[in-house]
């Protein structure tokens, strides 16, 4: 296989593409909302459906407690190596909903600065329906042209926004069935169109929710406040002492496991290029913050965090209401790094919060889900597959990074099935992931149709 026959197939087939890829953000797959459970298992026939109609095999929807699994192969020869592909086809909650610029789940194609070849605009474009089927489509180019050099395993599932929670047990009732050589997966960023990079790490992640009561009821803030605790206040209060002055998480043996780079793999890390002003002109912020110490990519890359995802309590309609609520909540999540593990840091922040609470409130801390930080080896014949495929169609090599987000399964994958995992990502981290107007660009949709075979084909080349 070469690169004519693949554009050949690829140009010739382009509107199909992108039209079927269409089709699949029309129907809003949200794993996180009960009210979508017809649409999530909708997806799941779909992809199933694409699956079979590019030429895998044994395609099947594997219920679980959850959301299905779906599941198919494809084997030429027990002797070729074996990739597993892994995707999701769920996706997250739009909301809000008023700061699209274009219904979610209608997706249209506009040009934007960054996507002068235009860019579908759809919750799910890029993470992860996008980036998932890449992967159905550069399988069917390459059924389509006989040049398929090894075995093909898909494995989508429809709960990864939501802590992929049922997979792990799954891959391990079907250990015999996922036996491979490695883990394929487009749902990470690169740097920018023109510069290629490949994600050599993930953040693990705790996710916690915290709830504050205080008085039985919801009181006057007049007739009450100031002689009994404010759930409200207490609750800020305790977030706000999770960090120091300088950014640091003041939790008691947060930093205990964190693996420290050396010098010379900071500077490493360090090369890849970066613009602090772009990055604060994207995002509308006049001064960024962070750890003491450390640069902005390192900062989400190689260290770890802990982050309000939500808080609330008391009046927070229309106007005023002058109340002392009785309940405040907040929902708080910390991203780890290795050698970190996603349980203790549970323990320590519960341990930490049950500390600080003063007698005046009760607290309940509750663990919502977690997952362990990975870094991927650049020494492998599949990083190597990788990082040549990617040069041959950017014309440059890719550049390493550390990516800041968290596709917890990575880590089960290495423990339960002795897998090591490929990041190839094709979005850029201005695609708008979890945002509203969340969009992928049409050239790295193809690019990545593109990419996929050449991997393939490098991959069963020094698998030995
Ligand atoms: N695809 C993302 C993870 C990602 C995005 C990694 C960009 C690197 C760069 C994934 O779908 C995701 O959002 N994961 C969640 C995990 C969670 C819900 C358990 C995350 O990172 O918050
Ligand atoms: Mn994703
Ligand atoms: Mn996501």
């Given amino acids: 296989m070469d690169r004519s026959q693949i554009s050949t197939y690829l140009n010739n087939n382009k509107e199909r593409f992108l ?39 044994k395609v099947e929807i594997s219920p679980t407690k959850g959301h299905p699994i779906v599941y198919g192969e494809k084997i030429i020869d027990p002797k070729k190596p074996t990739v597993i592909v892994y995707g999701h086809y769920d996706v997250q909650p739009p909301d809000p909903l008023n700061l699209w610029h274009s219904p979610p789940f209608e997706p249209v194609i506009k040009k934007t600065p960054l996507h002068p070849d235009g860019a579908i605009f759809a919750r799910g474009a890029c993470d992860d329906k996008g980036q998932m089927y890449m992967h159905i489509k550069a399988f069917e180019l390459m059924m389509k042209t006989n040049t398929l050099p090894c075995n093909v395993k898909f494995m989508i599932e429809g709960e990864e926004e ?22 394929l997966i487009s749902d990470t960023s690169m740097i920018a169109n023109n510069i290629p990079s490949i994600d050599v790490g993930l953040r693990g992640l705790t996710y916690m929710e915290v709830e504050v009561t205080g008085p039985n009821r919801d009181l006057h803030s007049g007739v009450y406040g100031g002689a009994v605790a404010n759930p409200v ?14 950014n640091h998480i003041t939790i008691p043996g947060f930093y205990e496991d964190v693996q420290e780079l050396t010098k010379e793999e900071r500077a490493e890390l360090e090369k890849a290029p970066f613009s602090l002003e772009e990055y604060k002109k994207d995002l509308g912020i006049l001064v960024e913050q962070g750890e003491k110490g450390y640069t902005t990519n390192e900062r989400t890359g190689i260290r770890p965090t802990l982050d309000v995802n939500g808080i609330w309590g008391g009046y927070t309609g229309e106007g005023a209401k002058t109340v002392l609520p009785g309940k405040a909540f907040a929902k708080i999540s910390m991203r780890l790094v290795p050698n970190q593990s996603s349980e203790k840091i549970c323990e320590l922040f519960q341990k930490y919060f049950e500390s600080i609470a003063p007698k005046s409130v009760i607290l309940k801390v509750s663990h919502h ?16 597959a990788a990082s040549n495929a990617l040069e041959e169609t950017y014309g440059k090599k890719p550049i390493p990074t550390r990516g800041g987000g968290s596709i917890p399964i990575v880590a089960l994958f290495k423990k339960e ?7 190839m990502g094709f979005g850029l981290d201005t695609d708008a992931l979890h945002s509203p107007n969340e969009h992928y660009g049409i050239f790295n949709y193809y690019k990545g149709i593109e990419t996929i075979p050449l991997f393939y084909k490098n991959y069963t080349a020094l698998y030995k």
């Fill in 162 to 183: 939501v802590g992929s929670q049922n997979l792990g047990p799954w891959i391990v009732e079907h250990k015999n069935r996922l036996k491979g050589d490695v883990i």
């Fill in 19 to 57: 039209n079927e890829l269409l089709d699949l953000l029309r129907i809003p797959s949200v794993s996180a909302d009960p009210k979508c459970k017809g649409d999530v298992n909708k997806t799941a026939e779909a992809v199933k459906q694409r699956l079979i109609e590019a030429g895998v095999d």
């Fill in 369 to 384: 889900h977690g997952g362990e930080p990975v870094v991927v080896s650049q020494n492998s014949a599949a990083f190597k």
């Fill in 417 to 423: 099935l002795g897998l090591d995992s490929i990041l």
């Fill in 233 to 246: 206040n207490v609750l800020c209060k305790m977030i706000a002492s999770c960090h120091d002055e300088n």
